[in-house]
């Protein structure tokens, strides 16, 4: 069944239409790449998914729910689907831990101690048990991307956006990143992906979409996409 569903999204930022009318199907499990020059409109089709920025034409669902800059529809969206961003924006001040239990605690009301065993769980499952007393600047970027994956995690969406979360990383942490997200891949989890890693998108998406000017170009299997005609 879809759970995403992007129907001829129209985004324009004054006189520059960043996305010119874009249609994509996303279902439960699978992991799709959206690949394409900088400025082509990728992270805007994310923005838009996640209800951070309105559509001026078109429309999306989530999961059979409007996407819509209403409270309650920015609501579910913001509970439901984990955002990872390139420079990971985890809260400085907070330990580790505490920016994994966080969201548990004060958006689902999860008990502390409960929030600290989802956390640790996730913090385990990322490589980092040993890192939730330290505190983010105390880590590397690739630490530091995987404690946001684990924050996101924390919330158990139902779907994962990844927007270029390798790009602001060191080459020799890239690869920790990539392995995580190929673990929840692996694990069914259904991720969109914006990403210059083209290894991760031809080894691990089911779909890949080509974004030029605001538009998908071309869309299928990473074998479709990747092998000259
Ligand atoms: P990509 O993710 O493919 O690099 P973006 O979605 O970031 O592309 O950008 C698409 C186009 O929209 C670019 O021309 C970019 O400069 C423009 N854009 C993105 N966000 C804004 C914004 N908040 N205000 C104005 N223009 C924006
Ligand atoms: P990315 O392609 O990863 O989104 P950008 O540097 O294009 O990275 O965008 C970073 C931030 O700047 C985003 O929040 C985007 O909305 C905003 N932005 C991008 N292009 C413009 C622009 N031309 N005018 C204003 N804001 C922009």
């Known amino acids: 069944a879809p759970i995403l569903v992007f129907e001829n999204v129209v985004k324009r930022y004054g006189a520059l239409t960043a996305l010119a009318g874009v249609s994509l199907?996303?279902?439960?499990?699978?992991?799709?790449?959206?690949?394409?020059p900088s400025g082509s409109g990728k992270s805007t089709?994310?923005?838009?998914?996640?209800?951070?920025?309105?559509?001026?034409?078109?429309r999306i669902s989530f999961d059979g729910h409007e996407v819509r800059s209403s409270e309650a529809s920015v609501r579910l969206v913001r509970q439901r689907m984990g955002m990872v961003f390139q420079n990971f924006e985890l809260f400085p001040h907070l330990t580790v831990l505490r920016n994994v239990t966080i969201g548990?605690?004060?958006?689902l009301k999860l008990g502390q101690a409960e929030a600290?065993?989802?956390?640790?769980?996730?913090l385990a499952k990322v490589g980092l048990a040993d890192k939730e007393t330290s505190h983010p600047s105390a880590l590397s970027g690739g630490q530091q991307q995987r404690v946001a994956i684990?924050?996101?995690l924390a919330m158990e969406p139902?779907?994962?956006?990844?927007?270029e979360p390798?790009?602001?990383?060191?080459?020799?942490?890239?690869?920790?990143?990539?392995?995580?997200?190929?673990t929840l891949a692996d694990e069914g989890m259904t991720m969109l992906v914006v990403t210059h890693e083209m290894d991760f998108a031809r080894r691990v998406a089911n779909r890949v979409a080509v974004f030029d000017k605001g538009r998908v170009i071309e869309e299928g299997t990473p074998q479709e996409i990747f092998t000259a005609p």
Request: charge should be negative.
């Open 25 to 36: 199907t996303l279902h439960r499990g699978e992991v799709v790449c959206l690949i394409g």
């Open 104 to 107: 548990p605690t004060t958006v």
């Open 45 to 58: 089709l994310l923005r838009c998914a996640n209800a951070l920025d309105p559509l001026d034409q078109g």
């Open 166 to 182: 390798t790009s602001a990383l060191d080459p020799e942490t890239i690869g920790e990143v990539l392995s995580v997200m190929k």
């Open 150 to 152: 684990a924050r996101a």
């Open 116 to 122: 600290d065993a989802r956390a640790r769980k996730l």
């Open 158 to 163: 139902a779907l994962m956006l990844f927007d």
